[in-house]
T-cell receptor, first 115, second 115 residues
């Protein structure tokens, strides 16, 4: 059973370009969480999604960032018109159900560098 | 709002010595508590968690943590450090409400093992 798969592992974008980060949850998991880790900082919650629904996007920047988790296919975190401050590691986690305190499984992350 | 404080961003211990990583939380009600470990350029791996029941929790790799409600603490310990324990450790909390499993992380403690 494969774990949470994130790709690409490393992504370099020039300022103003778009970045698309993909996350395939573990088999049987229908809940996806995205976190951002800035250098020398802990992880900060961005968004929580279920299939075709955004449940909590309280941690998402108001502009340029969006997320989706379609009925088929991976969850996508999209950053438009990237800036240097978007350089960070972005982690996805998945869980099988909501609110049962299992903890969830993290992917290995996508490290975004904006040049 | 919940918060997590990890005292000591860097901790060094000798191989074979006791490891103690401190975590204090702030929450209106006792939360669920987690410790994660992150090796360089990798995702986070769950070490252990406290949800209910016994306040001394045993995890993987010989680590354990004790939930102390009166002290709002959840310190991580290991009796004898091993070189392979060198990594970054994150304490995290979430509320116990059914539903959103959003985590709030501390800023991390980088553990160095001295040969």
């Amino acid at each position: 059973n494969a774990g949470v798969m994130q790709n690409p592992r490393h992504l370099v974008r020039r300022r103003g370009q778009e970045a698309r980060l993909r996350c395939s949850p573990m088999k049987g998991h229908s809940h996806v969480y995205w976190y951002r880790q800035l250098p020398e900082e802990g992880l900060k919650f961005m968004v929580y999604l279920q299939k075709e629904n955004i449940i909590d996007e309280s941690g998402m920047p108001k502009e340029r960032f969006s997320a989706e988790f379609p009925k088929e296919g991976p969850s996508i975190l999209r950053i438009q018109q990237v800036v240097r401050g978007d350089s960070a590691a972005y982690f996805c986690a998945s869980s099988p159900s909501e609110g049962l305190g299992y903890g969830y499984t993290f992917g290995s992350g996508t490290r975004l560098t904006v040049v | 709002a919940q918060s997590v404080t990890q005292l000591g961003s860097h901790v060094s211990v000798s191989e074979g010595a006791l490891v103690l990583l401190r975590c204090n939380y702030s929450s209106s009600v006792p939360p669920y508590l987690f410790w994660y470990v992150q090796y360089p350029n990798q995702g986070l791996q769950l070490l252990l968690k406290y949800t209910t029941g016994a306040t001394l929790v045993k995890g993987i790799n010989g680590f354990e943590a004790e939930f102390k409600k009166s002290e709002t603490s959840f310190h991580l310990t290991k009796p004898s450090a091993h070189m392979s324990d060198a990594a970054e450790y994150f304490c995290a909390v979430r509320n116990t409400n059914f539903g959103n499993e959003k985590l709030t992380f501390g800023t991390g403690t980088r553990l160095t093992i001295i040969p």
